[in-house]
């Protein structure tokens, strides 16, 4: 289990918010991916879509930074071959703001958006494409790779070897939903389950907590696969 660092002289030191809002698990699944994040270096979170792996994620990397336990949340995702950044506009950071909306309104709805706006302007809350973090090693973060179904074997080892002291990540995906026949989310699992301080939370449709119509729609498209 990580443990706040110990601020040197040197070091800006935040004085934490307040969140808006408790997070508290709606399932047993859900207080067992909460139980991970807490206690992992890597949790690994899959399954369907509306069961709250974003949210999740989202919510404790906010409770890690506030409390110190990090200093930097790190967001990341894979592009599919649709979506290329050099069909949007602006640069990068702002082609790659459409991507990152699940997770600012998770954020916003925890802290609210005052706070949100300055964790974002003072580099406490960063995105990052996959691309543009070889190399770099992460120290007192939390990495957060979602939709990782559309990411490659060789993507998802590059952003987990970015981890370095006291870091840990958070892998969220649904190997339903896959745009792209060479994923690598089935392979990670099955490669990482025995890598230690690492626990997988797969989830099922009847923990979907978007709405009742959310999984009466996976429910009919789980028959029609039978």
Known sequence: MLKPKKASKNDVVYIPEVPTKLLKPRNPRQAAAISSLCNNNITILCGPAGTGKTYLAASKA?????AGIISQIIITRPYVASEKMGFLPGEVADKFEPYLAPYMDAFADRV????LNQMLSDGRIQAQPIAFIQGKTF???IILLDE???????????????LGENSRACLMGDTDQSYINNSGFC????ILESVPCLQIVAFEICDVVRSETCRHVLEAYARAKQ
């Open 62 to 66: 906010l409770d890690f930074l506030q």
């Open 112 to 115: 609210g958006k005052q706070v």
């Open 139 to 141: 120290n007192d973060a």
């Open 148 to 162: 990782v179904e559309n990411a490659t074997s060789e993507q998802i080892k590059l952003v987990l070897t970015r």
């Open 187 to 190: 392979e990670a699992i099955r």
